[in-house]
């Protein structure tokens, strides 16, 4: 089992920059694969980005690639979401989210995640 905690989110304007950080407890942080994913009112939640349990595999949805960049820290437990020139568009609930030994052809399949956080709000001002 594996709990979830996201931070850093925020009102920023566009072009702006915010680092969303996904805290996890549990003693194998590093077999999971997590993902990030986000929910604009009135919308379903999608696939933003994630990162695999081996090897570090790496996946962007297309409209975010070159903007955003996922890391992870497995000595802290934590995954990163660098947000770099933020559009309005932009601005949802940011969840996070963790599956154990996910495969990487699943990375962004929101059902192939067992457990999530509670999300965090990102405003991106015009």
């Known amino acids: 089992q594996v709990q979830l905690v996201e931070s850093g989110g925020g009102l920023v304007q566009a072009g702006g920059s915010l680092r969303l950080s996904c805290a996890a407890s549990g003693r194998t942080f590093s077999e999971y694969a997590i993902g990030w994913f986000r929910q604009a009112p009135g919308k379903e939640r999608a696939f933003v980005a994630a990162?695999?349990?081996?090897?570090?595999?790496?996946l962007y949805l297309a409209s975010v690639k070159g903007r955003f960049t996922i890391s992870r820290d497995n000595a802290k437990n934590t995954v990163y979401l660098q947000m770099n020139n933020l559009k309005p568009e932009d601005t949802a609930v940011y969840y996070c989210?963790?599956?154990?030994?996910?495969?990487?052809?699943?990375?962004?399949?929101?059902?192939?995640?067992?457990?999530w956080g509670q999300g965090t709000q990102v405003t991106v001002s015009s």
């Open positions: 989210a963790a599956d154990f030994r996910l495969l990487d052809y699943k990375l962004a399949q929101k059902g192939s995640y067992d457990y």
């Open positions: 990162i695999g349990w081996s090897g570090g595999r790496t």
